[in-house]
């Protein structure tokens, strides 16, 4: 007999604990950036924000540590300067590519 496993028994998973690298930022951005889904990106840079410290990234981008968290909440909808400045902290960049149909 399979013993069920309640969700609640789960460990909680944090995304932010495995962006330890450039290469594993840029795959998560590019993975998210395909839903199209701006709330979605927001809440992935948020994310790797975390993981690398709202504190220093805030000092990087030149926003305030409550800015940042506001900006990239789940759901927020933060400007494109905003965007542009926190990629430019994190050090990676947002690229165009032909959609082929």
């Not at 840029?26 to 840079?45: G, H, I, M, P």
């Not at 981008?61 to 902290?89: H, M, Q, W």
């Amino acid at each position: 007999m399979t013993q069920k496993i309640r969700l609640s028994d789960l460990p909680d998973f944090d995304v932010a604990e495995h962006l330890d690298s450039e290469q594993a930022i840029a795959d998560y951005l590019t993975v998210v950036l395909e839903d199209n889904d701006a709330s979605l990106l927001a809440a992935a840079l948020g994310d790797i924000a975390r993981s690398r410290g709202m504190s220093e990234m805030a000092k990087q981008s030149g926003l305030s540590r409550e800015a940042l968290y506001k900006a990239l909440k789940p759901n927020a909808k933060p400007r494109f300067d905003t965007i542009s400045r926190v990629c430019a902290a994190l050090g990676v960049r947002l690229v165009a590519q032909p959609v082929h149909l």
